[in-house]
């Protein structure tokens, strides 16, 4: 068997994490980030809370907390004297998605409906199949929630990773028929239609759980606050100073280095790259962006893809769809959808595609080419 390595994209992901906080940090005094977890409690009932009412707890009093969830590192920081007790219902309601959606999860929902084949949907599960299915319509199936066997396959889902013989790829081809996905929303009862079928939403789960944290803010009466659910980022209203936030883009060819900066104020900035997840085998690399064409990593001339949208939940499946699509596809379907988001690609020529609905709000070192609605 090949020389193989295993690669968790967990530095590129922290350098993005560290680039967006810096650059929030400037505007606003910074309360430290180096405790996991416990930053949002200890800060409550140490730091500013001891004895401190909420009404003394000045706008722009920053709190941040971190976790890894979901495989992946998050950071949430927030602003204000709601925003402990927002931190801690947000960390609180990813731990309870995680519970509910993960494939790697034994007890989780998703993978009881997966080992039975069927099953009732919680409405967290059954609003994510609901917009999977509308997304494998919309993107002439480049998502596909039906994937899990493929990534298995690929031994991206235990880390046992190898390129698999086409016959076996050609055999669970035959399990990414999403229309074979029998699923009643109403009554949120799915089962499907081929033995050995099953869902994965990787592909969306961290945008609608960054969209879930913003209700939460918007319920808790934040007025700024930003979360980075590993290179998935949203922000919520705007910078304490009532200026927008800049979120830094990584660059996946240069670590440390990033792409461009876009300003932003309520909106998901959400990144998907071959660069994030991956393994090598015989000196190529094979990365967890699946094409369901033909079961193999999509390699298309695509570095990343960064969709800027209001809609976590859309920006991020997108994200995963553009890079499955690649560059003129892309382009294609944004021309369709010019007014549900917008784009960044970046190609392996070092070339950035930015849609013109971001021209005023991007600013980058690279020279950008702009597309433009028909
Ligand atoms: P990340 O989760 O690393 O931010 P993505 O949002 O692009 O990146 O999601 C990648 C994940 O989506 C994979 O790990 C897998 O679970 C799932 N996936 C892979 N290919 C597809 C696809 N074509 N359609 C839908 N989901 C996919
Ligand atoms: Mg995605």
Aim: hydrophobic share 40%; charged share 25%.
């Amino acid at each position: 068997m090949a020389d193989m390595k295993r690669h968790f994209g967990l530095s590129s992901r922290m350098a993005i994490i560290a680039l967006v906080l810096c650059m929030t940090s400037q505007a606003v005094g910074c309360r430290g980030t180096e405790s996991v977890g416990q930053d949002v409690r200890a800060a409550s009932t140490e730091e500013p809370g001891t004895g401190t009412a909420l009404a003394e707890i000045a706008a722009d009093e920053r709190f941040d907390t971190e976790l890894f969830a979901m495989d992946t590192f998050m950071t949430l920081s927030a602003f204000g004297p709601h925003a402990q007790e927002a931190l801690a219902k947000a960390e609180e309601e990813i731990l309870r998605l995680e519970a509910i959606l993960s494939t790697g999860m034994d007890d989780s929902e998703v993978s009881r409906i997966n080992e039975n084949g069927e099953g009732t949907m919680s409405e967290v599960t059954a609003s994510l199949m609901e917009a999977s299915i509308k997304l494998w319509e919309v993107t002439g199936g480049a998502f596909n929630p039906a994937i899990l066997p493929v990534m298995r396959l690929w031994g991206f889902t235990d880390g046992n990773y190898h390129v698999p013989e086409k016959g076996e790829l050609d055999e669970v081809l035959t399990l990414l028929d999403v229309s074979r996905i029998e699923f009643d929303r109403e009554a949120g009862s799915v089962r499907f239609g081929r033995e050995g079928m099953a869902i994965d939403f990787g592909g969306i789960a961290k945008g609608y759980t960054s969209a879930r944290v913003m209700d939460i803010f918007a319920g808790c009466g934040v007025k700024s606050a930003m979360v980075n659910l590993g290179g998935n980022v949203q922000t919520y209203g705007t910078k304490p100073d009532g200026k927008k936030w800049k979120i830094a883009v990584q660059d996946p060819r240069k670590e440390g280095n990033y792409l461009c900066v876009i300003e932003s104020a309520g909106e998901a900035i959400i990144t998907s790259g071959g660069y994030e997840r991956y393994f090598e085998e015989d000196g190529v690399t094979y990365h967890h962006i699946i094409d369901p064409a033909d079961g193999y990593p999509a390699f298309n001339g695509l570095v990343s893809v960064t969709i800027v949208s209001s809609d976590g939940t859309m920006a991020d499946g997108l994200s995963t769809s553009l890079f499955v699509m690649g560059k003129d596809k892309a382009i294609e379907y944004w021309r369709e959808h010019s007014d549900e988001f917008d784009m960044v690609l970046y190609t392996d020529k070092g070339e950035l595609v930015v849609s013109e609905g971001l021209k005023e709000r991007i600013t980058s070192d690279y020279l950008i080419n702009y597309v433009g609605r028909p």
